[in-house]
């Protein structure tokens, strides 16, 4: 193999080969390890990665015994597999986003403490980086704060954002702070921001934004709120006029569909009805399903477009897990069952955290 050219070894050979498989051949030659760590080759591989594996964990985010389930749509006749949660890290952790085959964990601390600790994993490799702690932020009191996790396009570089309410006071304004992966550490962005984010709806990230749900304090309506990590600029969107002005957000969520925000909401008039949001920030009511045996609760969307869903979800027991294709208004049975899941899209990579 010594022999044979740079580009045949690389598109012949090493980009067929599972992340196992590359991890372990970083030790045949010195060549072979810089060749395979080599932010190309990272980034070819992960384009020719075809899994479409979910990582289950409950509603909390929080990490099922130390482990998280995961399942290959593709193949789910494979069953169940289970990514083992670094032991060092501790039990009391969940995750806060998936990106690149990437987890963002965050270690949750004791009552005499304030904030959380911050990691990011590589299930694949088994790397873990601590994110250093941002003093302006964690040595204050913190009320309420959220967090996105997010790959930036322009530098290449891993972003977590995360928004802080320093007290319960609707007139405190709220303060955003930004982790760079490359310059490992955080910088403080300078912005105002009258509002409060719905913590409990969890994040979508598409196209290099992180989007959240938001209660405009002067308004007292719901509006979506925008970061672009590469800009660093923050928009606010309004909320279709069923949904805005709301008095419960128990039953509206956020998820990527192909490439664009899906807001669902889960008590529409007709039944769950999914918006989308087009270029000019407009919204389209792209499908509703209305038929209560098909889908009674949406947990994720996969990259193909297929939302996943549970067959009933008002009940402490364990649903079972569907796949819903929105074109054909069919629904699959992936006959495993998960109690009040919250799902994650995951594919392995080779992304270094150094």
Partial sequence: MDNLPEHVLVENILLLLSVKSLVCMRSVCKSWRSLILNPSFVQLHMARTTANCLVFCNKKRSIYNGQLSVIDTKFLDRGISYLDFPSNLGKSCHIV????????????????????????????????KHIPENTNVNNIDIYD?????????????????????????????????????????????????????????????????????????????????????????????????????????????????????????????????????????????????????????????LKTGEFVGTDFAETNFAGDIVLYDSVNNMVENTLFKFSAPRTYNYSESLVNLN
């Fill in 97 to 128: 986003g998936s990106c690149n085959g990437l987890l963002c964990v965050a270690y949750e601390r004791s009552k005499k403490q304030t904030g959380k600790r911050l990691y990011l994993w590589n299930p694949a490799t088994g790397k873990v």
């Fill in 145 to 301: 704060f959220s967090i996105g996790f997010c790959f930036d396009f322009s530098s290449s570089d891993y972003k977590v954002v995360r928004i802080v309410k320093e007290n319960a006071f609707a007139s405190e304004r709220s303060r955003v702070v930004v982790y760079s992966l490359i310059k490992n550490y955080w910088k403080e962005i300078k912005v105002e921001l009258n509002f409060k984010v719905i913590d409990y709806i969890y994040p979508a990230i598409v196209k290099g934004s992180i989007y959240w749900i938001i209660v405009v304090i002067d308004q007292e309506q719901f509006a979506l709120l925008s970061f672009n990590v590469e800009s660093e600029i923050f928009c606010t969107i309004p909320l279709p006029g069923s949904i805005m002005c709301r008095q419960d957000s128990s039953y509206i969520c956020l998820f990527e569909f192909k490439e664009s925000v899906a807001l669902i909401d889960e008590k529409g008039d007709e039944g769950i009805s999914i918006w989308t949001l087009d270029d000019d920030s407009c919204w389209i009511k792209k499908f509703t399903i209305s038929s209560p045996s098909l889908i009674t609760e949406i947990v994720g969307c």
